[in-house]
């Protein structure tokens, strides 16, 4: 039985027994049947049935030492030391141990910066893919959201280096940026931001200059860096003689350390005091000629280095739909935990109607970010592997599920506080951390702006992606034959309304239309996931339950109605008694559901 879903009969001894109890000490891949499901549906059998240990191993690591660790480091800052005891400019950071411990899970242990480039991690005799390693991150996401930020900055660093660096650099950096060695490994960082701005690089103004040996050096400053202790960092800097503009940046390379072991000439003088993600030490740094090498040929052609630069935050924003979509799922739980324990009024909570549908508020976007960050995950490994119709995918799916993962995380980590009521507000607990941690999301790596931007002005009125969209959703809808009919068309009808409006907003230049048009379109891609999904896994004789999850998207997202009539609710009762009780769903049973 679930404990998550299964109501709690006790007789309260004491005082405290009426406390309700918190997530910790759960395995969190094993409490997750949604996850567990979705492996079928994204994961090769064999890769499936091999990674499962260790994704079992990793929640409950997660479930336990992660999250005492996680939970200490919040609590012990990173502190700043300027200066060694002589007096000179040797600044470093001191990380509370917790922190280390969590270093070790994720890089020694697990290798998550390591597994999509190299053989072998995890016993696994190819490159593990993008789907297997964001499914790491996801169970690691649910106690432990600060320590992502350096994973994947070392993880898309080294990509970058890889793919653009000359041999010497690449002879340089990546086998320790790669190592599981917490002894030699280099990890990655990112300083990009400066005063003048964030999401509009075009103004930076640090200034790469070129010495008599040729050797690029850093002169200025960078105002947010992420992973401020970070070994290599990458960075957008102005060559001397450069344009203005966004044609004039190239990408960096910065070692902390030079090769003959001192210390490159650049100054932390100031971490951040942070709403959130305070386990992570971010900084503002001053640079004074130090030493950094160039990816790619500097100045060989107009916004090579921004270009380059794309791939890492489109990796991170993806990166960062994955731990919304981790701390959404931990949100879920937490509240589930509550409402299945604590009594109210002569009823356990989870029986209360009001409550009930205020759960569902929390599960159905919980569940859309699951989806949608696997189908992102896969269009990626099938777009690195040549296919031009999955990039395009890949590049409007990104900035999509970074949109609407990032602002749905606030709303239901807001709302799992008000489930545990005042305790929520109250930092022992778990949900504080959340709320605060939640917010990084919508600033990091684009704003909500930004994001619904690029999928209108960019994905969609450049390069056409929203076909390629619609043409592979209407073809789930199509080739799944397990789908009840009627619903498969309603579907595909709501697929082509919303992809008609994407497309006239992008067409007509409406920017304020923007973030309703991408809403709609991460609405109804999920939509279609789910339905897919849910019945794919009815058909194997697993859990139909995604089917009815996707109904909740289209009456609640997609087609609501007046909000001053009493809308029907035959559905929504129905489906919220299915979904809130651990029993599987057939597809029969969900089918009927369904038609309600």
């Not at 960082?189 to 701005?197: D, I, L, P, R, V």
């Not at 040549?386 to 709302?415: F, H, M, Q, S």
Request: glycine share 8%; hydrophobic share 40%; proline share 3%.
């Amino acid at each position: 039985m679930n404990f998550l879903y299964e109501k709690q009969s006790f007789e309260p001894q004491e005082l405290s027994d009426f406390v309700a109890p918190d997530c910790h000490g759960m395995n969190f891949f094993e409490i997750d049947r949604n996850l567990q499901d979705l492996l079928y549906c994204y994961m090769p059998d064999d890769l499936r049935s091999h990674m499962t240990p260790h994704f079992t191993r990793l929640g409950d690591v997660t479930g336990n030492e992660l999250d005492d660790w996680s939970r200490e480091a919040d609590r012990h800052l990173p502190t700043l030391h300027t200066r060694d005891a002589r007096g000179r400019n040797e600044d470093w950071i001191e990380f509370h141990p917790s922190y280390r411990k969590m270093e070790e899970v994720a890089f020694r242990d697990f290798g998550f910066h390591r597994m999509s480039h190299r053989e072998g991690v995890l016993g696994w005799h190819e490159k593990v893919p993008p789907i297997g390693k964001y499914v790491f991150q996801y169970i690691f996401g649910q106690s432990e959201f600060g320590q992502l930020c350096p994973i994947s900055a070392t993880d898309t660093s080294a990509m970058l280096i890889e793919r653009y660096a000359d041999d010497a650099t690449k002879e340089k950096l990546l086998d320790r940026m790669f190592s599981q060695d917490m002894s030699e490994i280099l990890k990655g960082a990112q300083f990009m931001t400066e005063k003048t701005g964030g999401s509009d690089v075009s103004n930076i103004a640090l200034q790469a200059r070129q010495d008599e040996t040729g050797t690029w050096k850093l002169y200025g400053e960078k105002w947010f860096c992420s992973c401020a202790d970070g070994d290599v960092a990458l960075l957008l800097a102005r060559p001397e003689g450069a344009p203005e503009g966004n044609s004039g940046l190239a990408l960096f390379a910065m070692p902390r350390h030079l090769e003959d072991g001192s210390r490159n000439p650049y100054r932390i003088v100031r971490l951040k005091e942070k709403l959130g993600t305070k386990s992570m030490a971010s900084g503002e740094i001053i640079f004074e000629g130090a030493v950094a090498y160039p990816l790619g040929d500097v100045g060989a052609q107009a916004n090579r280095g921004l270009k380059m630069m794309m791939d890492q935050v489109n990796f991170s924003r993806l990166s960062h739909g994955v731990r919304a979509a981790a701390m959404m799922r931990r949100c879920l739980n937490e509240a589930l935990t509550v409402a299945n324990y604590r009594k109210a009024f002569g009823e356990t909570l989870v029986d209360k109607p009001l409550l009930r549908r205020q759960l569902m508020k929390l599960m159905v976007p919980t569940e859309q970010a699951l989806s949608m960050y696997m189908y992102v995950a896969d269009n990626l490994e099938r777009a690195e592997a040549g296919d031009e119709a999955a990039a395009k995918l890949t590049r409007i799916l990104t900035p999509l599920l970074k949109y609407r993962t990032a602002r749905d995380n606030i709303r239901v980590a807001t709302g799992a506080m008000e489930v545990r009521g005042g305790n929520g507000y109250i930092e022992d607990w778990v949900n504080a951390r959340l709320v605060r941690d939640a917010h990084l999301g919508v600033l990091w790596e684009g704003t909500s702006n930004i994001n619904s931007l690029d999928v209108t002005t960019r994905a969609i009125a450049r390069v056409g992606a929203h076909e390629n969209l619609g043409e592979d959703l209407t073809s789930m809808l199509d080739e799944n034959t397990s789908l009840p009919g009627q619903y498969a068309g309603q579907l595909k009808g709501l697929v082509d309304q919303s992809l008609k409006f994407a497309e006239e907003v992008a067409r007509q230049g409406r920017e304020t239309h923007a973030r309703k048009a991408s809403s709609a379109l991460y609405h109804v891609t999920t939509a279609t996931l789910m339905a897919n999904e849910g019945a794919k896994l009815g058909a194997m004789g697993r859990d139909s339950r995604r089917l009815l999850l996707s109904r909740m998207v289209v009456d609640h997202k997609l087609t609501n109605g007046n909000p001053l009539s009493l809308e029907g609710e035959a559905f929504d009762l129905a489906a919220t008694e299915a979904l809130l009780s651990d029993a599987p769903l057939t597809l029969e049973q969900a089918t009927q559901i369904l038609t309600l």
